[in-house]
């Protein structure tokens, strides 16, 4: 093994190589995330705090971060959701997932409960979301704690 300086100098050099890859492509993929916030996601939840607010609703969205949004909706000075959506970036994809944060009744501890945007097969990327099913999926999450709450 007498050329181990030139092995070394190898496996360090393509671990600088694969580090450089990384950082170029982690910088696209948030440069991606900033897009879907400012594209679907915001405009989806000022668009439902506009409704909200025409029925009795105070409404907070919470936009200033590029990688996170959320809007929460109160009614007579108390909580009925707490909405946000997340996003986990992997090697294969940027997936979305909605995350509700609520208050249990009984120990009026604070909760999160983590979910899907869609149905079924979970091989989609943020890419592939639309304003409409940011909007659609809020509403199923307000009228079901609006079920059990009343």
Do not use: C
């Not at 996601?41 to 959320?70: C, M, Q, W």
């Not at 995350?99 to 989609?124: C, K, M, N, P």
């Amino acid at each position: 093994m007498e050329n181990w300086k030139k092995i070394l100098a190898t496996i360090l050099k393509k671990q600088k190589e694969d580090r450089g890859e990384k950082k170029i492509k982690h910088s696209h993929e948030r440069l991606r995330v900033e897009k879907f916030y400012s594209t679907i996601v915001n405009p989806a939840f000022k668009e439902l705090k506009s409704e909200l607010k025409k029925h009795g609703r105070e409404v907070e969205i919470y936009t200033e971060r590029r990688d996170f949004a959320s809007i929460i909706v109160n009614f007579e000075a108390e909580e009925e959701l707490d909405y946000s959506i997340e996003v986990m970036i992997s090697p294969v994809r940027v997936f979305p997932r909605p995350v509700i944060h609520y208050t249990e009744w009984a120990s009026s501890r604070r909760l999160r409960a983590e979910g899907l945007l869609r149905r079924g097969i979970q091989d989609y990327d943020i890419s592939d979301i639309k304003k409409e099913e940011i909007i659609e999926h809020f509403l199923d999450e307000y009228k079901n704690y609006i079920k059990f709450m009343h």
